[in-house]
């Protein structure tokens, strides 16, 4: 599949694979849609593969390489980011291309060495900030982005045909079934599984994107060539923009996503009457979820898009339901903010949810709290259904007054 110059002997070329078979991104979250290994080859007067993948996909990998690049050797691979799903690739280079050379930061290369991969020093080559690769028609430019989301993270880009080569950074989850532009693709399943993969995956290091989008903010950028995920060539503007307001914690969209933890129904029913009153007020956004059922990489995903948040939870043993605590460790983990916060629950006779959501309320000082914490005993009564519309009521009044 040609990136550039269809017609010349200086073409780039993506040679990724696509992993249908995989469950859970590092052994914890749904893919539900696959993902995408994504590296390129650079044909020049030198050869230069940007990005391996992940070990177990080598076999799709190696026949691509070949059917590119045929008897020709290649000279180096260039390794923006160590992590298994990149650097599974480099053994088999190594023993493959006998004069191939590792190109990583000093970061990276000592990294690999944890992860077994050793690179003889004759065959590494260390590359520092706005270091140049020169491959004969094209120079390709290292800038480094640690943190986003490894210390020896960073991004390559070819200076010839503006292209930034952006590791994990723009990546997204999903297999490529057809397209591998934007520009071909059908968006909707794409749209939802980049917030999924960024908030989940980038979403804690929103400082490290910021600094690193004002680095590449004065570069020309023609095409973003991610490792996982579609290639963005058209749009490239308004998903740079996007990501600036996924890096700030800034929402996208009005609404409001209502998780909650019940054993008995009523925390349930208490959630049931948020979202009707705001659904009658004519907030269109409403999503509910149960925090038992639903994996929380979808419902962290989803957070991340909209304005308010609405958290209850029943008690346990004194403390907050289960399945509700990892996502509220989660979400003081990545430092949540700029969202409106209400809370609700119920107990029977210790009390324990409401009162680790108002710690969490505490702990997460970007957060405002909308109304004050309704915690009640058993089923709704009706006196507790009209203070649960008068929060509803508020939250509804703070998002209808930011249309503004
Ligand atoms: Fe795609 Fe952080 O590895």
């Known amino acids: 599949m040609l990136l550039m110059n269809q017609n010349s002997c200086f073409s780039i070329v993506w040679i990724g694979v696509n992993d249908r078979k995989i469950e859970k991104w590092e052994s914890h979250i749904p893919l539900d849609f696959g993902v995408t290994y994504n590296s390129y080859v650079i044909l020049d007067e030198k050869i230069c593969i940007i990005d391996g993948v992940e070990e177990g996909e080598n076999g799709d990998f190696f026949r691509k390489l070949e059917a590119t690049i045929g008897d020709r050797q290649v000279d180096y691979i260039i390794i923006n980011h160590v992590e298994p799903d990149h650097s599974g690739s480099i053994k088999s280079l190594l023993k493959?291309?006998?004069?191939?050379?590792?190109?990583?930061?000093?970061?990276?290369?000592?990294?690999?060495?944890?992860?077994?991969?050793?690179?003889?020093?004759?065959?590494?080559?260390?590359?520092?900030?706005?270091?140049?690769?020169?491959?004969?028609?094209?120079?390709?430019?290292?800038?480094?982005?640690?943190?986003?989301?490894?210390?020896?993270?960073?991004?390559t880009y070819d200076t010839t045909d503006k292209i930034l080569f952006?590791?994990?950074?723009?990546?997204?989850?999903?297999?490529?079934?057809?397209?591998?532009?934007?520009?071909?693709?059908?968006?909707?399943?794409?749209?939802?599984?980049?917030?999924?993969?960024?908030?989940?995956?980038?979403?804690?290091?929103?400082?490290?994107?910021?600094?690193?989008?004002?680095?590449?903010?004065?570069?020309?950028?023609?095409?973003?060539?991610?490792?996982?995920?579609?290639?963005?060539?058209?749009y490239i503007k308004e998903i740079i923009e996007r990501y600036q307001k996924w890096a700030n914690m800034e929402p996208t969209k009005e609404g409001v996503v209502i998780v909650y933890g019940s054993m008995y129904g009523h925390t349930a029913e208490m959630?049931?009457?948020?979202?009707?009153?705001?659904?009658?007020?004519g907030i269109k956004d409403v999503i509910i979820y149960d925090s038992s059922k639903t994996d929380h990489s979808y419902i962290?995903?989803?957070?991340?898009?909209?304005?308010?948040?609405?958290?209850?939870?029943?008690?346990?043993?004194?403390?907050?339901?289960?399945?509700?605590?990892?996502?509220?460790?989660?979400?003081?983990?990545?430092?949540?903010?700029?969202?409106?916060?209400?809370?609700?629950?119920?107990m029977m006779?210790?009390?324990?949810?409401?009162?680790?959501?108002?710690?969490?309320?505490?702990?997460?000082?970007?957060?405002?709290?909308?109304?004050?914490?309704?915690?009640?005993?058993?089923?709704?009564?009706?006196?507790?259904?009209?203070?649960?519309?008068?929060?509803?009521?508020?939250?509804a009044d703070k998002l209808i007054a930011d249309r503004k």
């Open 300 to 346: 962290f995903s989803t957070i991340w898009k909209y304005k308010a948040l609405i958290l209850g939870s029943c008690a346990h043993n004194n403390d907050i339901y289960p399945k509700m605590e990892p996502l509220l460790h989660k979400l003081e983990n990545y430092g949540l903010k700029n969202r409106y916060l209400g809370i609700f629950g119920n």
């Open 96 to 155: 493959m291309y006998p004069n191939i050379k590792v190109v990583g930061n000093a970061k990276s290369i000592s990294i690999l060495k944890l992860l077994d991969i050793d690179v003889p020093d004759d065959r590494a080559i260390v590359v520092k900030e706005k270091d140049i690769l020169d491959l004969g028609k094209h120079k390709l430019t290292f800038y480094l982005m640690p943190m986003v989301h490894w210390p020896e993270s960073m991004a």
């Open 349 to 395: 006779w210790s009390g324990g949810g409401v009162k680790r959501i108002k710690e969490f309320a505490d702990t997460l000082t970007g957060l405002e709290q909308v109304g004050e914490p309704i915690e009640i005993k058993g089923h709704v009564t009706p006196a507790e259904r009209d203070r649960l519309i008068e929060l509803a009521n508020l939250m």
């Open 166 to 234: 952006s590791n994990d950074a723009f990546g997204s989850f999903g297999a490529l079934d057809g397209a591998i532009f934007n520009d071909e693709a059908n968006l909707n399943i794409f749209e939802n599984e980049m917030r999924r993969y960024y908030s989940n995956i980038v979403g804690k290091f929103g400082a490290p994107v910021n600094a690193v989008l004002k680095k590449l903010s004065s570069v020309e950028i023609s095409c973003i060539c991610p490792s996982h995920g579609l290639i963005w060539r058209k």
């Open 271 to 281: 959630a049931e009457v948020l979202g009707r009153e705001l659904g009658n007020r």
